[in-house]
């Protein structure tokens, strides 16, 4: 009889990340697989040689995360299930837990080439060659990592995390040009990645280094360029690009550069940078360029090195675009240095009368838009710098009697509010007036007389403002104390009002920063933002509560950027119940659009992967593969267990295998009244492999193998004289017969196995006494392995020849012991 294909598609397991991460606590699955291990093994110690037994006792152990024990299991079934996609998949999943790379590579190539990669839904071998590529990293063993990552690249697995390791991994070989390619690409995916940009930023500025180094500009512009593309607040890229810039000379370009890189510059590069910005400036003012120099004139403000050129070089610059006030502030910085500096002096005296004009022309047009006080303000600086200017006295002695004119009229229009009975109207012409003379005595009588006869509307708001203060409506009780106020500014009942509630708000600032920073302690983010946020409500101008705020929401990005990482990785290795969990942590923590959006598409991802499984649930039940299909539909429950299409299957699911199980127990009984022994064992375990405790199948088992014991037992036995007479077509016949009555008989694979060797090497019984003198022969010339293999023919031959199995043991005790020496 052939060997027992595979019946029931075995269960399949997403790969597990292999990196540090959240853990979880034991859920009901975890209870589920402890029972499943339980009743394999109770069924085992019925039917030991069940390699179908073995092997689903395996998958349980690597559901259970006992991947050491699954590998043990699923080992000892491989030999009847080595040509099954899914057995060399899931013992290279077993092997990549446990970190034996090399082993699961193998396994995993065999499920490749046996298909699996056209089933991506069903045996993702991306995610695990991304596992493995994990394991390698961990090992430092960059070389590998970078083969299996190209391998998730080529089987469509996780893009982004596969392309992040391997920039990572040229990066550290030194091979930049590859690395930015992965990064490139992965920015393209995610273009807020900030570690992407981070990566590909120091690649390209450290590439503009070296061809700084080496002397090639072209190439470090290129470099610097792309630098700043990939971080736009670069200070360091834009200094390097200012200073290629001059030294090409140009300098326009080298000062727009150099002013924006200043801010954030480290002190070590800033003195160059002044130096080069004070050439740049002094040659655009010799070219006539005065605008295009003027940005040197702040950069060079704090220069110690040199401070008198830079301010005359400013004051040469304000000169030029006609900003005398600012010329004259800069040449007399330099004479307080050098007092005798004639080039100093000479520029100061054109500063000054271009200032005394500057201000003239500010007085007349103040002037004739009646604005007389400012107008005064600015002819009376002019006539400062410049006593001998005609015209401005003559605008300051007009502005003058135009004021004392506008003056007198308000008063008059303040008079006649007043005795026609309308006080607010008279104070504000009053002020109007104070505006223009604030020291007159009259204005202050007329205002004084106007607020006491505001008085009785003051004392009102006084008493509304109090109220409400009294009520806890502290923000209008301030609106209504500041209407006092700015009808009687010396109301010291409405100042006191205002200092209260001020004290107030100070000590609720002060007890919301007490709770934002205990909760900040805590790991209470959100607390401590609603209380930061609260702190800032009632004082926008509190730095120590936005300072906390900040922190606070600096810890919120930081936690969010974390729970979205595993959430990525979660979802790029198929954990999609753990991405599920990740997504939401960070949606708590921040409620932000793109979070949002992102869960969004993943929830579609996860919809459309659930109906991919409950498609090939449905496919495998009607196949009756209901051990696979159960393995599927588990799939889909760790993805979403309340999803309602999922409980329908599982609930048709179980009446289906209830009804194969109650169909399979009523043949093999039908098989046994038959006395088809062979049958009715192969209908128990196929009972078995859906239901491993049914009490009915184990008691039938036990029943057919003892009935069978005797037949198989001949049959072996037979076989066994057959080989012995060296008519081994006899004995594979009395062995297929054996087979077939107990397809999982170890024994007589073992005999088979051993006929298929006899047969391949030739050898006969005969043999025996020549090959066994060959072993000593070998042994006594040294080749202890040689008689080893030699001696192991005899055993082929004739399993029960002492004397060669006590030879070999002897071989190899002399093989330990040479070993042994040649480790000291």
């Known amino acids: ?69 699954a590998v043990e299991e699923l080992r000892r079934a491989y030999r009847d299930l080595a040509d099954s996609v899914e057995a060399n998949y899931n013992l290279a999943l077993a092997l990549s837990r446990t970190g034996d790379v090399d082993s699961a590579q193998i396994y995993l190539n065999r499920a490749e ?122 200070s360091l890229a834009r200094y390097y690009l200012g200073y290629l810039a001059y030294q090409r000379q140009d300098w326009e370009q080298a000062l727009s550069l150099l002013r924006d890189a200043a801010p954030e510059l480290p002190g070590s590069a800033r003195e160059s940078l002044n130096a080069m910005v004070y050439n740049c400036a002094a040659t655009l003012l010799e070219q006539g360029k005065p605008l295009a120099a003027r940005p040197a ?31 004259r502030r800069e040449f007399q910085l330099v004479l307080e240095q050098q007092p005798g500096n004639p080039e100093a002096i000479l520029n100061l005296v054109k500063a000054d009368q271009g200032a005394a004009e500057t201000l003239y022309q500010a007085g007349r047009r103040l002037y004739r838009q009646g604005d007389y006080r400012a107008a005064i303000d600015q002819l009376q600086a002019a006539l400062a710098i410049n006593p001998n200017h005609t015209m401005a006295r003559s605008y300051l002695e007009q502005s003058r009697e135009d004021l004392e004119q506008k003056f007198r009229k308000l008063l008059a229009e303040s008079r006649d509010a007043m005795s026609g009975g309308d006080p607010q109207t008279a104070l504000e012409r009053t002020r109007q007036a104070l505006g223009l003379r604030p020291d007159d005595p009259v204005a202050r009588e007329l205002e004084r007389a106007a607020v006491a006869a505001l008085g009785r509307q003051i004392e009102n708001l006084l008493t509304d403002a109090q109220t409400l203060l009294s009520a806890g409506s502290d923000r209008e009780a301030e609106a209504l104390f500041r209407q006092v106020l700015a009808l009687d500014p010396d109301r010291e009942e409405a100042r006191a009002g205002l200092q209260q509630i001020s004290h107030e708000r100070l000590e609720r600032v002060k007890r919301y920063l007490a709770d934002g920073d205990k909760a900040l302690e805590a790991g209470h983010l959100a607390g401590a933002r609603e209380a930061f946020r609260a702190a800032l409500a009632l004082d926008p101008t509190s730095e120590e509560a936005r300072r906390g705020l900040d922190r606070t929401e600096a810890m919120v990005a930081s936690l969010v950027g974390e729970e979205l990482q595993w959430a990525r990785r979660a979802r790029q290795t198929g954990h999609l119940a753990q991405a599920r969990e990740h997504y939401q942590k960070a949606l708590t923590l921040s409620d932000r659009a793109d979070i949002r959006e992102e869960l969004s598409e993943f929830e579609a991802q996860s919809d459309h992967r659930i109906r991919e499984l409950l498609t090939a649930g449905d496919r495998a039940m009607e196949a009756q593969k209901f051990a696979h299909a159960r393995s599927i539909l588990a799939r889909a429950e760790a993805i979403a267990p309340e999803h309602p299409e999922v409980r329908r299957q ?23 009244q038959k006395q088809d022994h062979a049958g009715a064992l192969a209908a128990y375990r196929r009972v078995l492999d859906l239901e491993p405790d049914s009490a009915t ?86 080749h202890y392995e040689e008689a080893v293999r030699t001696w192991r023919q005899v055993l082929n031959l004739d399993p029960d020849h002492e004397k060669a199995r006590m030879n070999i043991e002897k071989a190899r005790r002399k093989l330990s012991q040479i070993e042994s020496f040649r480790h000291d």
Request: charged share 25%.
């Open 650 to 672: 599982r609930a048709v699911l179980e009446v289906r295998v209830r009804e194969r199980v109650d169909a399979l127990l009523q043949q093999a009984a039908a098989l046994q």
């Open 697 to 782: 199948a184990l008691a039938g088992l036990r029943r057919e193998r003892a009935d069978l014991k005797k037949q198989l037992a001949g049959l072996l036995t037979a076989g066994e004289k057959a080989i012995g007479r060296g008519d081994y077509q006899e004995a594979e016949a009395r062995l297929r017969q054996a087979l077939a009555l107990d397809p999982y008989s170890t024994a007589t694979k073992e005999k088979l196995k051993r006929l298929r060797e006899l047969r391949r090497t030739g050898l006969t019984p005969k043999d025996v006494p020549r090959l066994y003198l060959e072993g000593i022969d070998l042994y006594t010339r040294g």
């Open 1 to 69: 009889m052939a060997m027992v294909s595979l019946r029931i598609v075995i269960p399949l397991l997403l790969s597990i990340l292999l990196a540090a991460g959240p853990v979880f606590a034991a859920s009901p699955e975890d209870s589920l697989q402890n029972l499943a291990i339980e009743r394999y093994r109770q069924a085992l110690n019925v039917d030991s040689d069940n390699s179908m037994l073995h092997y689903y006792l395996g998958v349980a152990l690597l559901n259970r995360g006992l991947n050491g024990e």
């Open 113 to 234: 080439e046996l298909g699996a990669a056209g089933q991506p839904e069903l045996y993702p071998l991306a995610s695990l060659a991304f596992n493995l590529a994990l394991v390698c990293l961990d090992r430092d063993d960059l070389a590998e990592a970078e083969k299996l990552l190209r391998k998730v690249l080529a089987l469509g697995g996780p893009q982004i995390e596969a392309r992040r390791l391997l920039g990572d991994i040229y990066l550290r070989q030194g091979r930049d040009r590859l690395a930015e390619q992965q990064w490139q690409q992965v920015l393209a995916a995610r273009p807020d990645d900030e570690t992407a940009r981070d990566y590909l930023f120091t690649i390209r500025f450290n590439r503009g280094l070296a061809a700084l180094n080496e002397k090639k500009p072209v190439e470090a512009e290129t470099a610097f360029r792309l630098a700043l593309a990939t971080d736009s607040q670069s």
């Open 297 to 327: 004139v702040e950069l060079l403000a704090d220069s110690k090195t040199t401070a008198v050129q830079a301010h005359f070089l400013a004051g040469n610059i304000h000169l030029a675009l006609k900003e005398y006030s600012e010329a």
